[in-house]
């Protein structure tokens, strides 16, 4: 089983700024990585697949990149809505397909 | 408008059974497939169980194989989730999820809006 490392758990971010969100495999998972959003209560949307192509609807803010073992979201300049929890999930390998532990972003 | 409503949620004893249902509209069902991905209170998500386009095939995560049973139902556009020998790890939302890409396992781009399983005495 693939396992994935999120870092920071938390990350804390003044609005306007740029947040960078690190994700790491236990092993290569090529390009195959997706980030979510999820906010309270509801169920996560998907923001990114193929490491880097922006699913319908995504804010061009929201930005990945990495290959193999190492991948970033950054979200370029955070709005007030962007306050969330962010997952990344693996899909070269399964099953299982596995997600992240999370990086919840927070307004400093 | 691609929309999954998931139903069949709710208290259940230890080692009781329950069966989730999910909804699915607004796709072409049958070319898609499916997954259960559930998300105990407070924690991550936790990829559970996926069954193919055609339901032949199945896929489930070591901490549920043997218990838990995917299926569908192709002319009702519905995926369903049958739980027995529930046990208080099992305690989570469910969520049904669609593929993304097609008859594959990849991203997950629509999402339901949950059922909660809780087991307790």
């Known amino acids: 089983e693939i396992v994935m490392t999120q870092s920071p758990v938390t990350l804390s971010v003044s609005p306007g700024e740029r947040a960078t969100l690190s994700c790491r495999a236990s092993q290569s998972v090529s390009s195959n990585l997706a980030w979510y959003q999820q906010k309270p209560g509801q169920a996560p949307r998907l923001l990114i697949y193929?490491?880097?192509t922006r699913a319908t609807g995504i804010p061009a803010r929201f930005s990945g990149s990495g290959s193999g073992t190492e991948f970033t979201l950054t979200i370029s300049s955070l709005q007030s809505e962007d306050f969330a929890v962010y997952y990344c999930?693996?899909?070269?390998?399964?099953?299982?397909?596995?997600f992240g532990g999370g990086t919840k972003v927070e307004i400093k | 408008e691609v929309q999954l409503l998931e139903s069949g949620g709710g208290l259940v004893q230890p080692g009781g059974s329950l069966r989730l249902s999910c909804a699915a509209s607004?796709?072409?069902?049958?070319?898609?497939?499916m997954s259960w991905v559930r998300q105990a209170p407070g924690k991550g998500l936790e990829w559970v169980s996926g069954?193919?386009?055609?339901?032949?095939?199945?896929y489930y995560a070591d901490s549920v194989k043997g218990r838990l049973t995917i299926s569908r139902d192709n002319s009702k556009n519905t995926v369903y989730m049958q739980m027995n020998n529930l046990g208080a790890e099992d305690t989570a939302v469910y969520y049904c999820?669609?593929?993304?890409?097609?008859?594959?396992?990849?991203?997950?781009?629509?999402w339901g809006q949950g059922t909660l399983v809780t087991v307790s005495s």
């Open positions: 193929g490491t880097s």
């Open positions: 069954v193919s386009g055609s339901g032949a095939t199945t």
């Open positions: 999930q693996q899909y070269n390998n399964w099953p299982p397909l596995t």
């Open positions: 999820a669609k593929d993304n890409r097609g008859n594959y396992y990849t991203a997950f781009d629509y």
């Open positions: 607004g796709f072409t069902f049958s070319s898609y497939a």
